[in-house]
């Protein structure tokens, strides 16, 4: 199984989870063009996208891709919220879905936004956790042998004269360095092999110490998934 991030960052997020014959979307905030060039002109290869939410940097080309003849999976909340309508669309309840090999279990998150939610996606040898965006995920669990979750920003990383208005919202709406700390300490990490850091600030981040900090917390390898291509958007 591969997860491979395309794009992550306030600008657009997109990220591929490839297993055999299974190709799934995660998010599609980025214009189709630029959907159909990060995976190698092949769309018609996958089979569904799952969005977590509604905002644009997520949810950009949400009609475009079922236009474009896949499926896509999100809450009632985002689908209302989006307007999107249509055979392709699948509104998520709390039970789990079966797409091609692997089982999709939506999972109430915390954000700004209506309905939000992250994705536990389980196939033959993985379980994967994937989050963003959220400031706070409230449950355990086990078996996880890939963590892809958002680390926006740090106490240690927010200057001293931020605007409070923004301050609020992001403990309010994005997972900060602190609080991923505490939720990776209470979940069982003894299968998991690989820890994706998300949807890092541009301003509020630092990706070597946020990896480095991961790392001697968990004592797995950790990989940061770089925002610089968003820029082209």
Same mark, same amino acid.
């Given at each position: 199984?591969?997860?491979?991030?395309? *794009?992550?960052?306030?600008?657009?997020?997109?990220?591929?989870?490839?297993?055999?014959?299974?190709?799934?979307?995660?998010?599609?905030?980025?214009?189709?063009?630029?959907?159909?060039?990060?995976?190698?002109?092949?769309?018609?290869?996958?089979?569904?996208?799952?969005?977590?939410?509604?905002?644009?940097?997520?949810?950009?080309a949400?009609?475009?891709?079922?236009?474009?003849?896949?499926?896509? *999976?999100?809450?009632?909340?985002?689908?209302?919220?989006?307007?999107?309508?249509?055979?392709?669309?699948?509104?998520?309840?709390?039970?789990?879905?079966?797409?091609g090999?692997?089982?999709?279990?939506?999972?109430?998150?915390?954000?700004?936004?209506?309905?939000?939610?992250?994705?536990?996606?389980?196939?033959?040898?993985?379980?994967?956790?994937?989050?963003?965006?959220?400031?706070?995920?409230?449950?355990?669990?086990?078996?996880?042998?890939h963590?892809?979750?958002?680390?926006?920003w740090?106490?240690?990383?927010?200057?001293?004269?931020?605007?409070?208005?923004? *301050?609020?919202r992001?403990?309010?709406?994005? @997972?900060?360095?602190?609080t991923?700390?505490?939720?990776?300490?209470?979940?069982?990490?003894?299968?998991?092999?690989?820890?994706?850091?998300?949807?890092?600030?541009?301003?509020?981040?630092?990706?070597? @110490?946020?990896?480095?900090?991961? @790392?001697?917390?968990?004592?797995?390898?950790?990989f940061?998934?770089e925002?610089?291509?968003?820029?082209r958007?």
């Open positions: 199984m591969q997860f491979i991030p395309h *794009y992550s960052s306030s600008r657009g997020n997109l990220y591929s989870l490839i297993d055999g014959d299974l190709r799934l979307l995660l998010e599609c905030g980025v214009p189709i063009a630029r959907i159909r060039e990060a995976v190698g002109y092949r769309l018609s290869d996958y089979q569904a996208c799952l969005l977590t939410h509604c905002h644009m940097d997520h949810a950009k949400a009609k475009d891709v079922m236009a474009a003849g896949l499926d896509l *999976y999100c809450s009632e909340g985002t689908a209302d919220a989006l307007g999107l309508t249509g055979h392709r669309l699948h509104r998520l309840e709390r039970d789990p879905v079966g797409i090999g692997a089982r999709v279990l939506p999972v109430p998150v915390q954000h700004d936004a209506p309905d939000p939610v992250g994705f536990l996606i389980a196939g033959p040898g993985y379980k994967l956790l994937f989050a963003t965006d959220t400031y706070f995920i409230g449950y355990r669990f086990r078996g996880l042998t963590i892809c979750v958002e680390c926006n740090s106490l240690k990383t927010i200057p001293e004269d931020i605007d409070p208005a923004h *301050y609020r992001l403990l309010t709406s994005h @997972m900060m360095l602190e991923l700390v505490d939720m990776l300490r209470a979940n069982d990490l003894s299968r998991v092999r690989e820890i994706h850091l998300l949807h890092l600030s541009r301003e509020h981040a630092d990706a070597d @110490m946020f990896r480095e900090t991961i @790392m001697q917390v968990t004592g797995r390898p950790v940061v998934a925002n610089n291509p968003a820029e958007i």
